[in-house]
């Protein structure tokens, strides 16, 4: 896929930076992650815009994971209003009220001894797989959540890159610096 088959990305590649910084908020609240992604501007492709993404976040310090983390919502509470989370988080939309009641006090245990909301790429898992997750996890030593926080965050904003990457361009609006 080049950037030419992708009015997304030559969109985002044209953008200024204030626009597109705002695009990658979005995607990911980690400034440190949106600088290293705008760096990389123009992206001949969207692997390439992936590529660069994982090495952003594979170059995260803990400040800045936890700057990305804060902003994501616990399973089974998306932001109200928010698409992208109701949309991320569908698989706990529908779960039985027990599974969901398990599920909030798993979430907060896992806080009390992490610092930081359970973060899992949620997109496409059932509430039982996000409970049993969470499940597994809770027992992990501090620094091997670490990485697998890290894991998840990389594949969240590959997904909601890729999205970005492909949007089409509204029409009647071009491709102006902002």
């Known amino acids: 896929m080049t950037a030419s088959s992708t009015p997304g990305l030559a969109r985002f590649n044209a953008a200024g930076e204030r626009a597109a910084r705002s695009a990658l908020h979005e995607i990911c609240a980690s400034t440190a992650w949106a600088d290293a992604v705008l760096a990389g501007r123009p992206y001949r492709d969207a692997e390439e815009l992936l590529t660069a993404s994982d090495a952003a976040v594979a170059g995260l310090g803990a400040a800045d994971l936890a700057e990305a983390m804060a902003a994501h919502p616990p399973i089974g509470r998306p932001v109200p209003g928010d698409a992208v989370s109701a949309r991320e988080q ?6 039985p009220e027990r599974l969901r009641a398990a599920m909030y006090e798993l979430n907060l245990a896992y806080q ?3 610092g930081h909301v359970f973060l899992i790429c949620a997109t496409g898992l059932t509430a039982e797989q996000m409970y049993d997750a969470i499940r597994n996890r809770i027992d992990n030593p501090p620094e091997r959540e670490h990485e697998i926080v890290r894991g ?6 590959r997904i909601r890159l890729a999205g970005l990457a492909v949007r089409p361009v509204p029409a009647g609006e071009g491709a102006a610096r902002t």
Do not use: D, Q, T
């Open 112 to 114: 009390e001894k992490f």
């Open 152 to 157: 998840e965050l990389g594949r969240i904003n």
């Open 90 to 95: 569908r698989g706990m939309a529908g779960a």
